[in-house]
């Protein structure tokens, strides 16, 4: 192996009182993608500002050597290391939205980073166009002269990759790239930086917390915790056998649709405190196998495999063979087949959400945003109904509008016969009970002045059901209790919880009034993975305990595999297939499905992929295509898609589809 | 802060024992014109003879009242049209809007001379004056929280939980709302001091006799050369209250962690 | 171009609105000008004749759109107190508050910027607690202090400027900086936070992560952002500067339109407060609209709205 590209070791970097990057080691060969992978908060992001030495004012880098091609940059004068940054170091980041300056245009911008670092003024026009038909971006003489906010989020994460490659950099650091970006558009970004990287030899180092991302486009990684590296591997062999109990657990904590039926791994407890010295493992509180040592000692460092070192005492010689045998066990938890043929609690036909869009100083209305388009859905006793789709699709206004909490423009919504469409507040209350709803923001669905019991017993409180406060605390802190968190927090305030803590205490607000339906909306996705394992969990038990049926709005296609028993995709306010999860996951018959599907990234380096990409982005619901809505991005769109939408065809007796191409049966 | 609190305190305690501790603020003493410190008048004496202590007094009782009074006045009007306003939508938020528009189109201390001077002078047609101009900020701060706290997941999840409209207003939007009316409020005082004092000082506000920090300033202008201590005292003390008003206002800013601050027009 | 429209849209329909509201602040506040003009003792039948020489016994309505008809002719009715045609007298003293209101603008903006960004770029260092200090002093002490206090020192003790009127250049002085002061601190507090604010931005790190300096990252990114809040803040500080203009011209006895509006309220003369009120309103109203416009043409994301 020739000299590595880049080389850190023992880097340190504290933000304030925490060190939030504690001796880090890495080294990337030229040409390499190595990924960086952890959970929020394990230091990632702050370990790539450290090297490109961008860190916020309160960071200090303590410790330790990044040599580029031998050269320490931590040795340069901030003038040299302006030199090395954007040429020889690229840096892209999470948040296309926010992170070009929004009153430059776009070519200026790639200009500015082109004269830096080359100079020769009469070539610059012409290497922006270069660059910007380099990361795929159509018509690049006119989207130039254009501003940021005219760009959709994986159009200006291109023009951000564009901006990275002016210089020629050897080394790109894309800190969560696609994170912000929808699954479609994040296979279009991970796939052009793949073959940049093809045609350029560049060398990546991908900083994220997405298993499936790193499966699919890193060579090596390494596992950071707590500010730490606990395991560096090749991802083939990381994948194939993880040897930090750390890495196991989260990933026997994604849910996959192996795991049907079977409870996903959670990581206990929370990531400890960086503001004081570690005497032990930093994940010995939460570690099930940890040994006395683990709490005195430092583990060092172990090689379990060619290139593949772990940091754990389990590791250790004489221990390595408890260290192999035992998998945590699964429990297998038993499948209950509720509800299948009972009759629907919830039956919702041709829904329809319009806002309008109002211009000028007489407020005419000048458009209408359609952002539910004739949704029909029923949901049955016991069961969960996944409603899948990108941001932007409708799913969550049509979650809203379900339970009435914005006023449906169309349709009709039955529960249990009973017609909830255009009711009033006050006739609304008496099914109040039965609805119930959770939000994606576990941190914005609490009002942060009220204490906890006060925030669970509401609805008691609201709909009558307990008169006094002491009878609401005692059944608040039942609740606690029923969804694992201590009945004690009834009298602490929100913002002493963390995020799974919170969204626990969501669901106990839902739980207290007894519904038996409730609307999850987006209920994990400000989650990290560990601790979304919990909350699936959760739900599933009180699925089984409670006989409750489920709502759930979601973007993330594992989940859905996990957990639902039923799925409607939508695109653009319209569902475009329905049907029991197994037909629509594993024989998807609309070509949006089938481009969905194959763009979540698999957290299995083997798996086979099938290579499917939609290009372009989704249309604004405020002006939606003749026809089929898909067929302007549909790898299979013939002249006819763009007639009339086309009807739903039953593919089986309980799948539609709604696609020309596809045959109905009998 | 603490020189800020007991500035604040020495301001409230003479402005509510005012009536104890001036003997007669408003007497003439011809022996004594322009007189500078002496016994009896530590702070001298005006053209008039009248002690300026006294009169300073008088002056923060006026200054007192008309300072709580037009933000009272002020923001129950502005933040219940704005709450209104921002809750209700539809025609009612359309025509508090407009209205918004109309004042905010109008320099507002202008305003406030031009209204003063018309409804004639007296404390309680100052505080008319003026509050008419202050409710647009309140006003217009209110039905912004309005909007955006109205989008909330923790208010969706108390409608969704059975919450009837006042008992969502009570509980999840107005105590959220308070903390940036309440700093905005505590601007408004000092906005509201100096604007009673400009107005006196103009002639529109308190008339003679009666002393305001404003009048004082007025009538000290002309001796200034002569009798420089006739504008330095009510100046000071006017000053002294409006910076610490505003370090309080400062304070609880920071406190309460508000961002949003409605561009004060006064 | 939409946007540009409906801006001008606004400014129009404000404009009616601003028209509208000085002639019902004239005519509906309480109080009788006609009693008002002729004192107490005056009797009935003068008093009536009064009324009907000003037309103000005709019904509300039609006394509006006379008002309305004689603003588009440009014709302000004619002052009781002089008898010469309001626009004449608000023409003679718009000059004057000009001059100020520019010289203390250019004054406040002179010393707010740079003062902002030097405290924003030294965050808690000693020019930030300075320039602050400054600010909060500046915000609090009020401009009919602060004139007096200048008069005192510069022009009584000192001799170095005249103490009133508008007399050369070195008269314009004292007032424009006293007009001026208020708006400096709150100036340089808002270019202060907006800076800080800016510089906190995902783009500013992207400007810096291209490898461009200190000085390129300041003035290309961080400045261009910016200035923008601090912009719509300077127009509607605008409106706080006339307003202090009334008392400034009053202490200075500077012959503009601000020390005309209190001598015509002084002399119950409703004409003439009517015309200067409106004039000054227009005024801001005409500031704040170039202000919007200029926002329009530096931001483009309020453009393409």
Same mark, same amino acid.
């Given at each position: 192996?020739?000299?590595?590209?880049?080389?850190?070791?023992?880097?340190?970097?504290?933000?304030?009182?925490?060190?939030?990057?504690?001796?880090?080691?890495?080294?990337?060969?030229?040409?390499?993608?190595?990924?960086?992978?952890?959970?929020?908060?394990?230091?990632?992001?702050? /370990?790539?500002?450290?090297?490109?030495?961008?860190?916020?004012?309160?960071?200090?880098?303590?410790?330790?050597?990044?040599?580029?091609?031998?050269?320490?940059?931590?040795?340069?004068?901030?003038?040299?290391?302006?030199?090395?940054?954007?040429?020889?170091?690229?840096?892209?980041?999470?948040?296309?939205?926010?992170?070009?300056?929004?009153?430059?245009?776009?070519?200026?911008?790639?200009?500015?980073?082109?004269?830096?670092?080359?100079?020769?003024?009469?070539?610059?026009?012409?290497?922006?166009?270069?660059?910007?038909?380099?990361?795929?971006?159509?018509?690049?003489?006119?989207?130039?002269?254009?501003?940021?906010?005219?760009?959709?989020?994986?159009?200006?994460?291109?023009?951000?990759?564009?901006?990275?490659?002016?210089?020629?950099?050897?080394?790109?650091?894309?800190?969560?790239?696609?994170?912000?970006?929808?699954?479609?558009?994040?296979?279009?970004?991970?796939?052009?930086?793949?073959?940049?990287?093809?045609?350029?030899?560049?060398?990546?180092?991908?900083?994220?917390?997405?298993?499936?991302?790193?499966?699919?486009?890193?060579?090596?990684?390494?596992?950071?915790?707590?500010?730490?590296?606990?395991?560096?591997? /090749?991802?083939?062999?990381?994948?194939?056998?993880?040897?930090?109990?750390?890495?196991?657990?989260?990933?026997?904590?994604?849910?996959?649709?192996?795991?049907?039926?079977?409870?996903?791994?959670?990581?206990?407890?929370?990531?400890?405190?960086?503001?004081?010295?570690?005497?032990?493992?930093?994940?010995?509180?939460?570690?099930?196998?940890?040994?006395?040592?683990?709490?005195?000692?430092?583990?060092?460092?172990?090689?379990?495999?060619?290139?593949?070192?772990?940091?754990?005492?389990?590791?250790?010689?004489?221990?390595?063979?408890?260290? #192999?045998?035992?998998?945590?066990?699964?429990?297998?938890?038993?499948?209950?087949?509720?509800?299948?043929?009972?009759?629907?609690?919830?039956?919702?036909?041709?829904?329809?959400?319009?806002?309008?869009?109002?211009?000028?100083?007489?407020?005419?209305?000048?458009?209408?945003?359609?952002?539910?388009?004739?949704?029909?859905?029923?949901?049955?006793?016991?069961?969960?109904?996944?409603?899948?789709?990108?941001?932007?699709?409708?799913? #969550?206004?049509?979650?809203?509008?379900?339970?009435?909490?914005?006023?449906?423009?169309?349709?009709?919504?039955?529960?249990?016969?009973?017609?909830?469409?255009?009711?009033?507040?006050?006739?609304?209350?008496?099914?109040?009970?039965?609805?119930?709803?959770?939000?994606?923001?576990?941190?914005?669905?609490?009002?942060?002045?009220?204490?906890?019991?006060?925030?669970?017993?509401?609805?008691?409180?609201?709909?009558?059901?307990?008169?006094?406060?002491?009878?609401?605390?005692?059944?608040?802190?039942?609740?606690?209790?029923?969804?694992?968190?201590?009945?004690?927090?009834?009298?602490?305030?929100?913002?002493?919880?963390?995020?799974?803590?919170?969204?626990?205490?969501?669901?106990?607000?839902?739980?207290?009034?007894?519904?038996?339906?409730?609307?999850?909306?987006?209920?994990?996705?400000?989650?990290?993975?560990?601790?979304?394992?919990?909350?699936?969990?959760?739900?599933?038990?009180?699925?089984?305990?409670?006989?409750?049926?489920?709502?759930?709005?979601?973007?993330?296609?594992?989940?859905?595999?996990?957990?639902?028993?039923?799925?409607?995709?939508?695109?653009?306010?319209?569902?475009?297939?329905?049907?029991?999860?197994?037909?629509?996951?594993?024989?998807?018959?609309?070509?949006?499905?089938?481009?969905?599907?194959?763009?979540?990234?698999?957290?299995?380096?083997?798996?086979?992929?099938?290579?499917?990409?939609?290009?372009?982005?989704?249309?604004?619901?405020?002006?939606?295509?003749?026809?089929?809505?898909?067929?302007?991005?549909?790898?299979?769109?013939?002249?006819?898609?763009?007639?009339?939408?086309?009807?739903?065809?039953?593919?089986?007796?309980?799948?539609?589809?709604?696609?020309?191409?596809?045959?109905?049966?009998? | 802060?603490?020189?800020?609190?007991?500035?604040?305190?020495?301001?409230?305690?003479?402005?509510?024992?005012?009536?104890?501790?001036?003997?007669?603020?408003?007497?003439?003493?011809?022996?004594?014109?322009?007189?500078?410190?002496?016994?009896?008048?530590?702070?001298?004496?005006?053209?008039?003879?009248?002690?300026?202590?006294?009169?300073?007094?008088?002056?923060?009782?006026?200054?007192?009242?008309?300072?709580?009074?037009?933000?009272?006045?002020?923001?129950?009007?502005?933040?219940?049209?704005?709450?209104?306003?921002?809750?209700?939508?539809?025609?009612?938020?359309?025509?508090?809007?407009?209205?918004?528009?109309?004042?905010?189109?109008?320099?507002?201390?202008?305003?406030?001379?031009?209204?003063?001077?018309?409804?004639?002078?007296?404390?309680?047609?100052?505080?008319?004056?003026?509050?008419?101009?202050?409710?647009?900020?309140?006003?217009?701060?209110?039905?912004?929280?309005?909007?955006?706290?109205?989008?909330?997941?923790?208010?969706?999840?108390?409608?969704?939980?059975?919450?009837?409209?006042?008992?969502?207003?009570?509980?999840?939007?107005?105590?959220?709302?308070?903390?940036?009316?309440?700093?905005?409020?505590?601007?408004?005082?000092?906005?509201?001091?100096?604007?009673?004092?400009?107005?006196?000082?103009?002639?529109?506000?308190?008339?003679?006799?009666?002393?305001?920090?404003?009048?004082?300033?007025?009538?000290?202008?002309?001796?200034?050369?002569?009798?420089?201590?006739?504008?330095?005292?009510?100046?000071?003390?006017?000053?002294?209250?409006?910076?610490?008003?505003?370090?309080?206002?400062?304070?609880?800013?920071?406190?309460?962690?508000?961002?949003?601050?409605?561009?004060?027009?006064? | 171009?939409?946007?540009?429209?409906?801006?001008?849209?606004?400014?129009?329909?404000?404009?009616?609105?601003?028209?509208?509201?000085?002639?019902?602040?004239?005519?509906?506040?309480?109080?009788?000008?006609?009693?008002?003009?002729?004192?107490?003792?005056?009797?009935?039948?003068?008093?009536?004749?009064?009324?009907?020489?000003?037309?103000?016994?005709?019904?509300?309505?039609?006394?509006?759109?006379?008002?309305?008809?004689?603003?588009?002719?440009?014709?302000?009715?004619?002052?009781?107190?002089?008898?010469?045609?309001?626009?004449?007298?608000?023409?003679?003293?718009?000059?004057?508050?000009?001059?100020?209101?520019?010289?203390?603008?250019?004054?406040?903006?002179?010393?707010?910027?740079?003062?902002?960004?030097?405290?924003?770029?030294?965050?808690?260092?000693?020019?930030?607690?300075?320039?602050?200090?400054?600010?909060?002093?500046?915000?609090?002490?009020?401009?009919?202090?602060?004139?007096?206090?200048?008069?005192?020192?510069?022009?009584?003790?000192?001799?170095?400027?005249?103490?009133?009127?508008?007399?050369?250049?070195?008269?314009?002085?004292?007032?424009?900086?006293?007009?001026?002061?208020?708006?400096?601190?709150?100036?340089?507090?808002?270019?202060?936070?907006?800076?800080?604010?800016?510089?906190?931005?995902?783009?500013?790190?992207?400007?810096?992560?291209?490898?461009?300096?200190?000085?390129?990252?300041?003035?290309?990114?961080?400045?261009?952002?910016?200035?923008?809040?601090?912009?719509?803040?300077?127009?509607?500080?605008?409106?706080?500067?006339?307003?202090?203009?009334?008392?400034?011209?009053?202490?200075?006895?500077?012959?503009?339109?601000?020390?005309?509006?209190?001598?015509?309220?002084?002399?119950?003369?409703?004409?003439?407060?009517?015309?200067?009120?409106?004039?000054?309103?227009?005024?801001?109203?005409?500031?704040?609209?170039?202000?919007?416009?200029?926002?329009?043409?530096?931001?483009?994301?309020?453009?393409?709205?």
């Amino acid at each position: 192996m020739s000299a590595p590209l880049l080389e850190v070791e023992g880097l340190s970097t504290t933000i304030g009182a925490a060190r939030v990057v504690d001796g880090v080691r890495l080294e990337l060969a030229r040409g390499e993608t190595f990924a960086l992978l952890g959970e929020s908060g394990c230091g990632k992001s702050m /370990t790539a500002l450290s090297l490109m030495r961008l860190l916020p004012p309160a960071g200090r880098i303590e410790a330790g050597a990044v040599r580029l091609d031998g050269v320490d940059l931590l040795r340069l004068s901030e003038a040299e290391m302006r030199r090395v940054r954007g040429a020889r170091l690229a840096m892209i980041f999470q948040e296309p939205q926010t992170s070009l300056n929004p009153v430059m245009r776009i070519g200026a911008q790639i200009a500015e980073a082109v004269r830096l670092h080359a100079g020769a003024a009469a070539a610059v026009d012409a290497r922006v166009l270069e660059l910007l038909r380099a990361v795929g971006i159509p018509d690049p003489e006119r989207r130039a002269r254009e501003y940021p906010h005219q760009l959709s989020g994986g159009m200006k994460q291109r023009v951000m990759i564009a901006m990275a490659l002016a210089g020629d950099p050897e080394l790109l650091i894309a800190d969560e790239p696609t994170t912000a970006l929808d699954v479609t558009i994040q296979a279009q970004v991970l796939g052009l930086l793949k073959t940049l990287q093809q045609q350029s030899g560049l060398a990546v180092l991908l900083i994220t917390h997405d298993l499936g991302v790193v499966a699919e486009t890193a060579e090596r990684l390494a596992v950071m915790y707590a500010g730490e590296i606990v395991e560096t591997a /090749t991802t083939a062999a990381f994948f194939a056998a993880p040897a930090h109990p750390y890495s196991r657990m989260l990933l026997e904590s994604l849910p996959t649709a192996d795991k049907r039926g079977a409870r996903l791994a959670a990581i206990p407890g929370r990531v400890p405190p960086l503001d004081r010295a570690f005497t032990g493992c930093r994940f010995v509180e939460r570690c099930p196998r940890a040994l006395a040592r683990c709490v005195e000692q430092l583990p060092p460092w172990h090689e379990a495999g060619a290139g593949h070192w772990v940091r754990c005492h389990l590791w250790d010689a004489d221990l390595v063979d408890t260290a #192999t045998v035992a998998e945590p066990a699964v429990a297998e938890g038993e499948q209950v087949p509720v509800g299948e043929d009972a009759a629907p609690l919830l039956e919702v036909a041709d829904l329809k959400v319009h806002f309008p869009i109002h211009r000028g100083v007489l407020r005419r209305v000048v458009g209408q945003v359609r952002a539910v388009d004739g949704v029909s859905l029923r949901l049955r006793p016991g069961r969960t109904l996944a409603l899948v789709g990108e941001s932007g699709c409708g799913k #969550t206004t049509a979650g809203k509008a379900l339970l009435q909490l914005i006023a449906p423009t169309a349709g009709s919504i039955r529960y249990q016969g009973h017609e909830l469409a255009g009711l009033s507040h006050r006739r609304m209350r008496r099914f109040r009970k039965d609805l119930q709803i959770i939000f994606q923001d576990p941190h914005a669905s609490m009002n942060p002045r009220m204490l906890v019991g006060d925030v669970i017993g509401e609805g008691l409180q609201a709909l009558g059901l307990a008169r006094t406060r002491p009878e609401r605390l005692r059944r608040a802190a039942e609740l606690l209790e029923l969804v694992g968190m201590p009945g004690a927090a009834v009298e602490r305030y929100p913002h002493e919880f963390s995020g799974g803590q919170r969204q626990r205490i969501c669901i106990a607000r839902a739980l207290a009034v007894d519904p038996r339906v409730i609307v999850c909306d987006e209920p994990t996705s400000a989650l990290d993975v560990s601790v979304q394992a919990q909350i699936l969990n959760l739900l599933k038990d009180l699925q089984a305990r409670l006989g409750l049926s489920y709502l759930f709005i979601t973007h993330d296609l594992s989940v859905v595999a996990y957990l639902a028993h039923e799925v409607a995709v939508m695109y653009l306010g319209r569902v475009v297939e329905q049907g029991r999860v197994e037909e629509v996951l594993e024989r998807p018959r609309h070509p949006y499905t089938r481009a969905l599907l194959s763009a979540v990234p698999v957290a299995d380096p083997r798996a086979e992929r099938r290579t499917l990409r939609l290009e372009g982005d989704m249309p604004s619901p405020s002006a939606p295509p003749p026809g089929c809505h898909f067929h302007p991005r549909c790898p299979e769109a013939r002249p006819e898609c763009a007639l009339a939408y086309p009807e739903g065809r039953a593919v089986s007796a309980t799948h539609r589809v709604h696609c020309i191409l596809v045959e109905a049966e009998g | 802060m603490r020189l800020a609190v007991v500035v604040l305190l020495i301001w409230i305690g003479a402005a509510l024992c005012a009536p104890w501790l001036v003997e007669a603020p408003n007497r003439v003493e011809l022996k004594t014109l322009l007189a500078g410190p002496m016994p009896g008048a530590p702070l001298g004496t005006d053209a008039l003879g009248r002690p300026v202590h006294e009169r300073l007094l008088i002056g923060a009782r006026v200054s007192l009242l008309v300072g709580f009074g037009v933000v009272a006045f002020a923001a129950a009007l502005g933040t219940l049209l704005g709450l209104a306003a921002g809750l209700l939508g539809g025609w009612v938020d359309r025509l508090v809007v407009r209205m918004i528009d109309l004042f905010l189109a109008f320099p507002g201390i202008l305003l406030a001379i031009a209204l003063a001077g018309l409804l004639g002078p007296g404390v309680d047609n100052l505080v008319i004056a003026l509050g008419m101009v202050g409710w647009v900020g309140y006003a217009r701060l209110a039905r912004a929280q309005a909007l955006t706290l109205a989008e909330r997941e923790h208010v969706l999840a108390a409608r969704a939980l059975g919450c009837g409209t006042w008992r969502i207003l009570w509980r999840h939007l107005l105590p959220l709302a308070l903390a940036p009316l309440l700093v905005e409020a505590t601007f408004g005082i000092a906005a509201a001091i100096v604007a009673e004092a400009g107005l006196s000082f103009l002639g529109l506000g308190i008339q003679p006799p009666d002393a305001s920090w404003g009048s004082m300033l007025r009538d000290g202008v002309s001796y200034l050369l002569v009798a420089p201590h006739l504008v330095i005292a009510p100046g000071v003390a006017l000053f002294a209250v409006t910076l610490a008003v505003n370090l309080l206002g400062d304070w609880l800013r920071d406190r309460l962690d508000v961002r949003a601050r409605s561009q004060g027009v006064m | 171009m939409g946007a540009l429209l409906g801006r001008l849209g606004e400014a129009a329909a404000s404009l009616l609105g601003v028209c509208t509201l000085v002639f019902l602040l004239i005519h509906l506040v309480p109080g009788d000008p006609v009693a008002a003009m002729l004192g107490e003792g005056a009797r009935a039948v003068d008093q009536a004749e009064l009324r009907a020489a000003l037309g103000l016994d005709r019904p509300l309505w039609t006394q509006y759109l006379d008002y309305l008809g004689g603003l588009a002719r440009l014709d302000l009715g004619v002052s009781l107190h002089s008898g010469r045609a309001v626009t004449a007298l608000l023409a003679e003293r718009a000059g004057p508050t000009l001059e100020l209101a520019v010289a203390a603008l250019a004054l406040a903006v002179v010393v707010a910027l740079p003062l902002g960004v030097l405290a924003a770029l030294h965050q808690g260092g000693w020019i930030d607690r300075v320039a602050m200090g400054f600010s909060m002093l500046g915000a609090a002490i009020p401009n009919f202090w602060l004139g007096p206090l200048l008069i005192l020192v510069c022009s009584l003790w000192l001799g170095w400027t005249p103490v009133s009127g508008r007399d050369g250049p070195l008269s314009l002085l004292l007032p424009a900086l006293t007009l001026g002061t208020g708006l400096a601190a709150v100036l340089a507090r808002m270019v202060r936070s907006s800076l800080l604010e800016v510089l906190g931005e995902d783009y500013v790190r992207t400007a810096r992560a291209k490898g461009a300096g200190p000085a390129r990252v300041l003035w290309r990114h961080a400045l261009r952002n910016a200035w923008l809040p601090v912009l719509t803040l300077l127009g509607l500080q605008f409106g706080a500067l006339l307003g202090g203009a009334v008392i400034t011209e009053t202490v200075f006895a500077w012959p503009g339109l601000g020390s005309l509006v209190v001598e015509s309220i002084q002399a119950r003369d409703y004409p003439l407060v009517q015309g200067a009120v409106l004039v000054i309103a227009l005024a801001y109203l005409v500031v704040n609209t170039l202000t919007d416009l200029l926002y329009l043409a530096l931001d483009p994301r309020i453009r393409s709205r």
